[in-house]
Nanobody
Framework: QVQLVESGGDSVQVGGSLRLSCAIS????????MGWFRQAPGKEREGVAS???????TYASSVMGRFTIFKDTSKNTLDLQMDSLNPEDTAVYYC??????????????????RGQGTQVTVS
C-alpha cells in the first residue's frame, strides 16, 4: 500500500490561499481512490475532496468552488489547492487512500491508510 506524508499547512488570513501536498511512496496512486479529509477540534471528520483512479474529482459542498484536488505526477503528490479560506476551514487536514469503486469525498474519512495530518488555521 502507499505511504502518505502531508505538508503545506500554515496559518493564513481570511480570504487567503494555501496549497497542501501529500507525498506518495511505496506504490503508484493510479489504482487508488484518494483524497483529503479534515477534523476540527470537537467535530467529526469531514471528507473534503476525492479523486478517483480515473481522475474524477468530487468535493464536499462546503468547499465546492474554493478547493481543487489534483495529482501532480511530476512530483508524485496529491495536492489540494485551497482558496478563499475562512475560519470554518480551520482543521487538521489528512490525506488518505483506499480501494473503492464509488470514489467520493464522503468516503475518504473511512480509509485506514492516511498520513499524520497538517494543521491549517484561518483567522
Amino acid at each position: 500500500q502507499v505511504q502518505l506524508v502531508e505538508s503545506g499547512g500554515d496559518s493564513v488570513q481570511v480570504g487567503g490561499s494555501l496549497r497542501l501536498s501529500c507525498a506518495i511512496s511505496g506504490d503508484t496512486y493510479s489504482e487508488y481512490c484518494m483524497g483529503w479529509f479534515r477534523q476540527a477540534p470537537g467535530k467529526e471528520r469531514e471528507g473534503v475532496a476525492s479523486i478517483s483512479k480515473d481522475d474524477v474529482p468530487t468535493y464536499a459542498s462546503s468547499v465546492m468552488g474554493r478547493f481543487t484536488i489534483f495529482k501532480d505526477t511530476s512530483k508524485n503528490t496529491l495536492d489540494l489547492q485551497m482558496d478563499s479560506l475562512n475560519p470554518e476551514d480551520t482543521a487538521v487536514y489528512y490525506c488518505a487512500a483506499g480501494v473503492l469503486t464509488m470514489c467520493t469525498a464522503f468516503a475518504i474519512p473511512s480509509f485506514a491508510n492516511r498520513g499524520q495530518g497538517t494543521q491549517v488555521t484561518v483567522s
